[in-house]
């Protein structure tokens, strides 16, 4: 049963009450949705969320119970499904930050905090901070923005405990993740997660332990900036969309990203080299070559 389109992935229920998470080419940009396709972008998602998943296994437990495709889904499923506990999901987008840059850069130029928190003067756009940072947002719908939001709204919304959980877990994820994509030369700029809890506890886990749900730490949800080439005051190459994000913006697209008129179609040239930095951001992490 369909439940839900999402701006990359299409979610199922199975008759067993599982969800279905099927990635597809898809992809976004400042909360659009882009009318042409990234090819192979669903399955490389799909398969540097599973390696992320084994990595974190003892960290955080993951929401995936199979990758099996269903008995008379479409032939293209193949290699982009997951098949996921129900969880109870907290409303949150759980934002880890190692680096300053994107909607990051902007707060703290202007006010020398992010998410409210207070920043040491005289970083730029690439600097690393003191110490990672938990900045949350809230999630947006289709169409809609995502919002930067104060650790203390988090607590309000969500509850003192469950908002020290996420700051907890995120940091701690984002801690491993980041020190495993530098060993592969990689930086880990920033990334967000989505948690959950199951409605019950099973054999071996923890009554309303907190779940690392969705993708976690692709090129949709991070910045992967190449580490050998990395110079703090000046855009980093990056391993992820922001090769997109920088043609739309640029005059080049001939889009006004503050209007409401959706955005064109890319060229060819950008489809290529974007899907070049997902394979090469896959081989890079996981040591293997994209086939």
Known sequence: MHLHTGKVRD????????????ATDRISAYDWVLPTEIPDKGRILTRLSLWWFDQLADLVPGHVISTEVPTGAPADWAGRVMVCHALDMVPVEAVARGYLTGTGLAEYERDRTVCGLALPAGLVDGSELPAPIFTPATKAAVGEHDENVSYEEVAR???????????????????RARDIARDRGIILADTKFE???????????QEGELVLADEVLTPDSSRFWRKD???PGRPQKAYDKQFVRDW??????????????PP???PQEVVDRTRERYTEAFRLLTGTAWD
């Open 248 to 261: 739309l913006s640029s005059p080049a697209s001939g889009w006004d990203r503050t209007g409401d008129t």
């Open 195 to 205: 948690f959950g809890r199951r409605p019950g506890a099973g054999e071996g886990d």
């Open 11 to 22: 979610l199922y229920r199975n008759e067993a009450g599982e969800l279905i998470l099927v």
């Open 157 to 175: 919304q969500v509850g003192a405990e469950t908002a020290a959980q996420l700051r907890q877990a995120t940091l701690s994820v984002y801690g």
């Open 264 to 266: 064109p179609e890319l």
């Open 229 to 231: 080439e990395w110079e």
